[in-house]
């Protein structure tokens, strides 16, 4: 008798699937704790280390670092020189954001409202594709079709339009010796790495909106154009945010593609770079470290204000 109610009781699995369900929080904080842990220990640690390495010195005698707490590195931000290079990032990181949502809105569109089945498919297909190779492989392939006696150039002197390259390369700001020596091309090989974070968002926003919003905009008398401005394009500026946070911060921190395409204009990823790998200043790379930060930072808040992270 005492047997059969021993095996009534429920087991020690059993009393810890019904403690997890009971209590949502514990299942909560188990599933969440690990990564929360390695989140705060592996990355914040970082930065904080980050921020910490941010106030020490670089001795120029002994090309030590020399730990004492001051601020030279944060004033050294400051000169004219630094700031043309948070200036010239920011630039151009703004321009390849603008650049990828007027080329990815219409193709985000047309995937998200028109394309059906196989077609669907294949523009999505189209669109991950790039990010199935290499990025390096992608970067010398545009290295070799951007280059003076590449592919670009042969296609525009066959056509004889040789003219409108030269006038492009000639312009002091956007120009060069070629468009792989020249922020002209630095600015094509970003939009057309980012792109497909800019159109995915921009589908998944767009198809979000309900048929039945389109069919009321026009039962109410708007146009096709009015219901686009009123109704859709509102609505998919969520989309827009998020695939711009890509955009904005990928272009902002890359180094690797100013430095393979373009002249010697520096952005902040390659000032990062050449500090602490070069120069050895360890201090400096730290500091100036911090303003991408700053200015992603700004740019999160503006994008949240937006609804990008609805959208992500």
């Not at 200043?281 to 700004?298: D, E, R, T």
């Amino acid at each position: 008798m005492s047997s059969f109610f021993a095996d009534d009781r429920p087991s020690v699995s059993q009393r810890l699937s019904t403690l997890l369900y009971t209590r949502r929080g514990l299942l909560l904080g188990l599933l969440l704790g690990p990564p929360l842990l390695w989140f705060s220990i592996i990355y914040l640690g970082s930065l904080f280390s980050l921020l910490a390495n941010s106030f020490f010195r670089l001795d120029d005698f002994t090309g030590q670092v020399v730990r004492e707490i001051g601020v030279s590195n944060f004033v050294e931000i400051f000169t004219p020189t630094h700031l043309d290079v948070a200036l010239r990032s920011t630039l151009m990181a703004i321009s390849v954001t603008l650049a990828c949502t007027i080329i990815g809105f219409p193709i985000a569109y047309y995937m998200a409202r028109y394309a059906r089945g196989s077609q669907k498919a294949l523009l999505y297909v189209a669109v991950m594709l790039p990010l199935w190779s290499s990025y390096l492989v992608r970067l010398y392939a545009w290295k070799l079709l951007l280059a003076k006696e590449g592919a670009i150039s042969w296609f525009l002197h066959a056509l004889n339009m040789e003219w409108m390259l030269e006038a492009l390369l000639a312009l002091p700001v956007v120009g060069g010796s070629s468009l792989s020596f020249s922020p002209l091309g630095t600015f094509i090989v970003f939009v057309y790495m980012w792109q497909p974070f800019m159109i995915l968002p921009i589908v998944a926003a767009i198809e979000r909106i309900p048929s039945s919003y389109l069919e009321a905009s026009a039962d109410l008398g708007a146009s096709p154009a009015q219901t686009f401005r009123k109704v859709i394009l509102p609505l998919a500026m969520p989309g827009v945010a998020a695939g711009s946070i890509f955009t904005f911060s990928l272009t902002l921190g890359d180094y690797i593609i100013p430095q393979v395409i373009g002249n010697s204009t520096l952005y902040i990823g390659q000032v990062v770079y050449r500090q602490q790998g070069v120069a050895g200043n360890l201090p400096f790379a730290a500091a100036f470290c911090l303003v991408p930060i700053v200015i992603i930072g700004l740019y999160l808040w503006l994008a949240k204000r937006k609804g990008a992270f609805d959208a992500l």
